[in-house]
Each structure stands twice: as C-alpha cells, then as structure tokens.
C-alpha cells in the first residue's frame, strides 16, 4: 500500500514548477501503479499550451475556473469544480486558469518525475523498462 499525504510533498522534489504552475507528482513510474497520479496547481491569470503526443492524460478539477480550447477544432470547453478531461487523442490544447485551478492528473504511460515540458508542449517518450 502506497500512502502518501500532498501536503508533506510540496517541499521535496516531488514538487514541480515554473513561474505559473506546481505539480506534486503523487505517484511517479517507479511505483509501478501503470500510471502516474500529480495533483496541480495554476496560477490565475495563466495560460499554458500543452500536446502530449506520447503520453495520455486525465484531468478533473477540484478547485477554481478555467477553460480548455482543443487546438485541432477550435472547441472551447469551460472546467470549473467536477469537471474532467480526457487526452484521448493526444490533444494540442490551451488551458486557462481564471481563478487558481487545482487539478488531479493521471498520465499513461506514467511520468518519472523529471520531464520537463519541451518547445511543442510534450514531454519526451518514456524510455521502455527492462
């Protein structure tokens, strides 16, 4: 059994930013779960364009408003609390935070914790594991 508490994660290199966003990475590869769980938090006022081409991604909003704009079709959706969003498709998308957003993420195959977002928005395909 996994227990982690997010609260004593924000300080530790689980914790990751820029000026706009922190993900706290709740789960990470390496606890073999399959996928990897962060818990999100943006910034009012931002905006953040983002296409994970190698990865799947499931949002749902906990807290705050904003909107998300499939950059293939042009269709805007508004996230407020309930709300969630599936990357099935490796969507290019716009997030929009108007209020600060908190978000629950899970991200197939799972990330390892030291991604960084590339210039298209994605991070970098996972390496197989032996």
Request: contains cysteine; glycine residues 6%.
């Amino acid at each position: 059994m996994i227990v982690r508490d997010v609260n004593k994660l924000k300080d530790t290199d689980r914790a990751v930013s820029d000026a706009e966003w922190t993900s706290v990475r709740m789960l990470l590869a390496d606890d073999k779960m399959g996928f990897s769980f962060h818990i999100t938090y943006l910034k009012a006022g931002s905006e953040h364009t983002f296409h994970y081409k190698n990865h799947f991604e499931s949002v749902f909003c906990m807290q705050g408003k904003g909107s998300i704009t499939d950059l293939a079709t042009g269709e805007t959706h508004e996230i407020t609390p309930g709300v969630m969003y599936a990357l099935n498709l490796h969507d290019k998308h716009t997030l929009r935070a108007e209020e600060e957003l908190v978000m629950a993420c899970c991200f197939n195959p799972p990330v390892t914790g030291t991604e960084v977002h590339q210039e298209d928005g994605s991070y970098a395909a996972p390496k197989e594991v032996a």
